[in-house]
């Protein structure tokens, strides 16, 4: 069946760290993949998204490449913030236009000054 | 633009009341608007979808008496947790897919707390 796996969180990084959020996915076809930020007491905000091979999607410093020959999609940033504490979500959608999106747990992370 | 609202925002009810959830693509039309539950630090978990003028598909597990789905219109869908109880208490999220655009991204409301007490 279709699935994703994130890393374990939490993950706590001081300002200006590197981070890198890891997600695999297992999907018959070729999904479209998303990465969904949700910040304390809110709703999903889309992050990035990709919907082929290769693609790189970015956003606001966040980066993450749809790597089919691994089946991954990790999200990164190079120098985070206190305001990017928040829920990473890592979700695939198959190739059937209306279908719901499978998500990963979900990331913590946490950012310190 | 795309943009999702729910209503209310946060509710509490007592047990063996009814309570219902608003979802409203706000500046596109939905014809697949979905409906997520969140329980806290976890993941999100698909209720179900629910098709404009059609009858919802349920996840298994999902008691469809229980949770109501109308999608009367293509900018509305709506939830009701009928007879709840503290064990419904979560936060509630719906989402809804632009039929005007082939992407499958979905747009996600700020979501719904229910507390049951």
């Known amino acids: 069946g279709n699935s994703v796996t994130q890393m374990e969180g939490p993950v706590t990084l001081s300002e200006e760290a590197f981070l890198t959020i890891n997600c695999t996915y297992t999907?018959?076809?070729?999904?479209?993949l998303f990465w969904y930020v949700q910040y304390p007491g809110e709703g999903l905000q889309l992050l990035l998204k990709?919907?082929?091979?290769?693609d790189k999607g970015s956003n606001k410093g966040f980066e993450a490449t749809y790597r089919k020959e691994t089946t991954s999609f990790h999200l990164e940033k190079g120098s985070v913030q206190v305001s990017d504490s928040a829920v990473y979500f890592c979700?695939?959608?198959?190739?059937?236009?209306?279908?719901?999106?499978?998500f990963g747990k979900g990331t913590t992370l946490s950012v310190s000054s | 633009g795309a943009v999702v609202s729910q209503h209310p925002s946060w509710v509490i009810c007592k047990s063996g009341t009814s309570v219902k959830i608003e979802c409203r693509s706000l500046?596109?039309?939905?014809?697949?608007m979905f409906w997520y539950r969140q329980f806290p630090k976890q993941s999100l978990m698909l209720m179900a979808t629910?098709?404009?003028?059609?009858?919802?598909?349920?996840e298994q597990g999902v008691e469809k008496d229980k949770f109501l789905i109308n999608h009367a219109s293509l900018t509305l869908s709506t939830l009701t947790v009928t007879s709840a109880h503290p064990e419904d208490s979560s936060f509630y999220i719906c989402?809804?897919?632009?039929?005007?655009?082939?992407?499958?991204?979905?747009?996600f409301g700020p979501g719904t707390r229910l507390t049951v007490t």
């Open positions: 629910s098709n404009e003028g059609s009858k919802a598909t349920y």
């Open positions: 990709a919907t082929k091979a290769d």
């Open positions: 999907a018959t076809g070729y999904p479209s």
């Open positions: 500046d596109f039309q939905a014809t697949t």
């Open positions: 989402s809804a897919r632009d039929s005007g655009t082939p992407s499958y991204e979905q747009y």
């Open positions: 979700a695939l959608s198959v190739a059937q236009a209306g279908t719901a999106l499978i």
